[in-house]
């Protein structure tokens, strides 16, 4: 295998995992959106909490592996990446720290306070890190200003663009109605009929949004369509997302909450594919000079090393897929309390 052809693969496999992310705790954020505003008891807010409560922390093992093949298979991205967002990605971990907490904390007490405390958290944990994931997206699409050894020479501030701002409303809109879909198939009665308006409403904000979003990206941001052109193929896939959104409200009016819910599914892995292969072949593109981008092949580890993760990937996506697949079996059906729920 050539070096290329290993950094291409590496490439592919990173996007398999971050569309595995983003499908999986996409839903298990949008609930946490959603959290304050469906959920109008206490019993209900512990529904919405327990339909996540068995999933949600095997859903962030596809984020932990992301992160660590990055830093094994291309370490001089994952140095620049994680310097240039250093504090987004602190306020990121806090986010994700005090989400999981606020799952595991709030039922401890009965006190009113203490546990609409833990609901705030929850929510301000799930929206922020929803947030946070979308200026990071908006940000890389439009380049960062580098140095030639890949040294992030602006500011925060500088990523917080009119564009990066609006990808991450378009995520927290995404999630959210994700998260919508996915309580109406766990719930039943009266929480479920309420959900009926909110995957009405969340589909239209995001609807809204994906169009302002597509639009500044094809004005404004060169990136988005640079490889058109040259692989025409890749226009199928806007082809497919569109039909793929277009198919949500019609499977939401016909109640048929599993169809709308793949279809969501398909939606969020063609977006992530989109932005992969706008950046493609770079994973941290330079605005300042295109010289000073991070790519796939001068930020890839040895061909040895790339090999020995193949090898990895063999004996442990196998593993990943195997246990994601048995929890989702295990707790499928509607959601029920007991005396060890959430």
């Not at 602006?154 to 991450?168: D, W």
């Not at 892995?269 to 010289?291: G, K, M, R």
Request: one cysteine or more; proline letters at 4%; charged letters at 10%.
């Amino acid at each position: 295998m050539s070096y290329e052809f290993l950094c291409i693969t590496w490439f592919v496999i990173l996007n398999v995992l971050l569309i595995g992310y983003a499908i999986l705790d996409g839903f298990d954020l949008g609930v946490g959106i959603l959290h304050p505003f469906v959920a109008k008891t206490d019993h209900e807010r512990r529904l919405v909490m327990n339909s996540i409560g068995p999933l949600w922390d095997g859903n962030e093992v596809w984020l932990v592996t992301f992160g660590g093949a990055l830093f094994a298979m291309f370490p001089n991205a994952y140095a620049s990446i994680f310097s240039a967002f250093y504090i987004p990605f602190v306020l990121l971990l806090f986010a994700l720290i005090f989400r999981a907490v606020s799952l595991e904390f709030r039922s401890k007490r009965t006190s009113p306070f203490w546990r609409n405390f833990w609901d705030i958290l929850f929510f301000i944990g799930s929206t922020l890190a929803t947030f946070l994931f979308g200026v990071a997206i908006g940000a890389i699409m439009q380049g960062l200003q580098l140095s030639e050894l890949g040294d992030y020479q602006g500011t925060m501030l500088e990523m917080l663009t009119g564009f990066s701002i609006s990808v991450g409303l378009f995520s927290v809109a995404l999630f959210a109605m994700h998260g919508a879909i996915y309580l109406y198939l766990k719930t039943e009665d009266e929480l479920q009929q309420r959900l009926l308006v909110w995957m009405k409403g969340t589909y239209y904000l995001y609807l809204t949004l994906f169009l302002i979003v597509t639009t500044w990206s094809v004005l404004f941001v060169p990136a988005s369509l640079q490889h058109f052109g040259e692989y025409p193929v890749l226009w199928l896939v806007p082809l497919l997302n569109i039909l793929a959104i277009a198919n949500i409200p019609r499977a939401i009016a016909k109640k048929q909450p599993l169809y709308a819910f793949i279809n969501s599914c398909c939606t969020i892995a063609a977006l992530v594919f989109l932005f992969s292969a706008a950046l493609f072949p770079d994973l941290l593109p330079a605005s300042n000079n295109t010289a000073f981008s991070i790519t796939i092949y001068n930020a890839a580890s040895s061909i040895l090393t790339q090999k020995i993760g193949l090898i990895i990937v063999a004996l442990g996506m196998p593993m990943v897929l195997s246990y994601t697949i048995l929890i989702y079996w295990t707790f499928r059906g509607k959601v029920e309390l007991s005396d060890n729920s959430y």
